[in-house]
């Protein structure tokens, strides 16, 4: 059974710093291209950053210099530093785990930027 399980989110200041963590299992993580996206109530999940299984990174416009993307293959785990957050950040945020056709995806964890 694949699961993808994501943590670290919570409420913090405008300008403040979090690191998601996306754990996955049943997977050979190593081969798959990972993806952190993100979803507001009413409007549709956007993509915010991407790593390939070789290592190579993309990122949405309105995180680059902010966001980074990483994973740790051994931990079978991938992470999303996030700094410098603004209140437009705000949104639950899902990874994703894509390889061929297929694709799974975790539950989610809730970002709020707020003061």
């Known amino acids: 059974q694949v699961q993808l399980v994501e943590s670290g989110g919570d409420l913090v200041q405008p300008g403040g710093s979090l690191r998601l963590s996306c754990e996955a299992s049943g997977i050979i993580f190593s081969t798959y291209h990972i993806g952190w996206y993100r979803q507001v109530s009413g409007k549709e999940r956007e993509l915010v950053a991407r790593?390939?299984?070789?290592?190579?990174?993309d990122y949405d416009d309105s995180v680059k210099g902010r966001f980074t993307i990483s994973r740790n293959n051994a931990k079978r785990t991938a992470y999303l530093e996030m700094n410098n957050l603004k209140p437009e950040d705000t949104a639950v945020y899902s990874c994703?785990?894509?390889?061929?056709?297929?694709?799974?995806w975790g539950q989610g964890t809730q970002v709020t930027v707020s003061s």
């Open positions: 790593i390939d299984s070789a290592g190579r990174r």
């Open positions: 994703n785990a894509k390889l061929s056709s297929r694709n799974y």
